[in-house]
């Protein structure tokens, strides 16, 4: 079975720096991976996904994430963060065939002015 | 705005009573998916439904139950409630025509059940 670890409960940067949100997953293959971001009282918002092929994923946002198959790892990043990116982020992991998500226990992202 | 749709946004009710909640899906969307996120659970995906049929179960109790109409929209119940069952329940929905996870799921606003 799949898992995923946000190593980050909270993390807070000034707005303007650049962020890196950590998120490692488990699973045997090669897995569909998914940055979702929930801000205060909304639902879930796709931020980008990777299914295969080129492991620079680019998003909405400005957002990116990069799959490193030898860490296991798949980083959101985002080069200028603005205020209104304040929010809780959530790394999820799917089997191909499964046909559920694991979801990350979330990183929440405080900005600074 | 993710034209999912869910109702009521709040529901506040007492252990041991019974309550429903309710998930229109994105127009053209086959399936529908129940998640309940709570502060010491984290995000959890209870059951699936896709065209009527039940397509996935996961950390469902037995005490809920989901079912998907013909009209595509579902309802969740829980019942013989608990404190512990006081969280935040998302409905998300997508075109799923072959399905797995590849497909995108797009959430709704969310029900937040407090149960007393």
């Known amino acids: 079975a799949q898992s995923v670890t946000q190593p980050d409960i909270h993390i807070t940067v000034s707005e303007g720096a650049s962020l890196e949100l950590r998120c490692n997953y488990s699973?045997?293959?090669?897995?569909?991976l998914f940055w979702y971001v929930q801000s205060p009282g909304q639902g879930l918002q796709l931020l980008l996904k990777?299914?295969?092929?080129?492991?620079l994923v680019q998003g909405i946002k400005g957002f990116e994430a990069e799959f490193k198959r030898s860490q296991s790892s798949f980083n959101l990043r985002k080069p200028s963060v603005h205020w209104s990116d304040a929010a809780e982020y959530f790394c999820a992991v799917g089997a191909p065939y499964g046909q559920n998500f694991v979801f990350g226990p979330g990183t929440r992202l405080s900005v600074l002015p | 705005d993710s034209g999912v749709t869910q109702t009521p946004k709040h529901l506040i009710t007492a252990t041991g009573q019974r309550v429903t909640l309710r998930c229109s899906p994105r127009s053209g969307d086959l399936s529908v998916y129940w998640y309940q996120q709570s502060l010491d659970q984290g995000l959890q995906f209870l059951i699936q439904?896709?065209?009527?049929?039940?397509?996935a179960k996961g950390n469902i109790l037995e005490r809920f139950s989901a079912q998907q109409f013909p009209d595509l929209h579902s309802e969740l119940n829980l019942s013989s409630l608990e404190l512990g069952d006081s969280a935040l329940y998302f409905c998300?929905?997508?075109?799923?025509?072959?399905?797995?996870?590849?497909?995108?799921?797009?959430f709704g606003p969310g029900t937040r059940l407090t149960v007393l």
């Open positions: 990777y299914f295969s092929g080129d492991t």
């Open positions: 439904y896709y065209n009527g049929e039940e397509r």
């Open positions: 699973y045997g293959a090669t897995p569909y």
């Open positions: 998300a929905s997508s075109t799923t025509t072959s399905g797995g996870a590849r497909d995108t799921q797009y």
